[in-house]
């Protein structure tokens, strides 16, 4: 009896686990052409170019619109002390991303760059997502590094825009 019940569970576990790792036929099937592969991975360059150039019309000309989610969000233990300190509504999120980073680009006294490695493109029809490991350089040094993802759709007359960017922050040690 007690093999019968072994037996029983070992399959019940075993069938419930062929399941799962099968997922439908059209899952990982995407809607992607070359020339929107090709157009996503020239805003990355883009990007690159416009915060060496410390060009800001390339800069925003990427993005859906100014106010998009862009953020590194704080980890939440930086949010709790913030809320015990001082702010209850904290999120970790702070308002005017694209705006202090446009910001902090244009009034920067040495050149800054973000380099990326390891890029990853996922698209389906108009939306598409970057994922990437990062590092940012001040006046030549590591400053931060992390990863980075961005959302990005196409918008009405087709280009592809940036939606969102967050990324993580590790700080080099200075």
Known sequence: MRFLLTALLALLFATATVDAAEPPSY???YTSTLDDRRAIEQ???DFQT???TKNLKLLS???LHSDIPFSSPASPQNIKKIREGFDTTATGIRAGGYYDFARFIR???VPVEERFYNVKITQD???AWVMFDYEFVEDGKVYNYGIETWQMMQDLEGKWKIASVWWSTNLMPQ
């Open 27 to 29: 899952i990982g099937r």
């Open 43 to 45: 805003v990355v360059a």
């Open 50 to 52: 416009a915060l060496k």
């Open 61 to 63: 000309s990427l993005m």
């Open 107 to 109: 009034e920067s006294k």
């Open 125 to 127: 029809k108009n939306v």
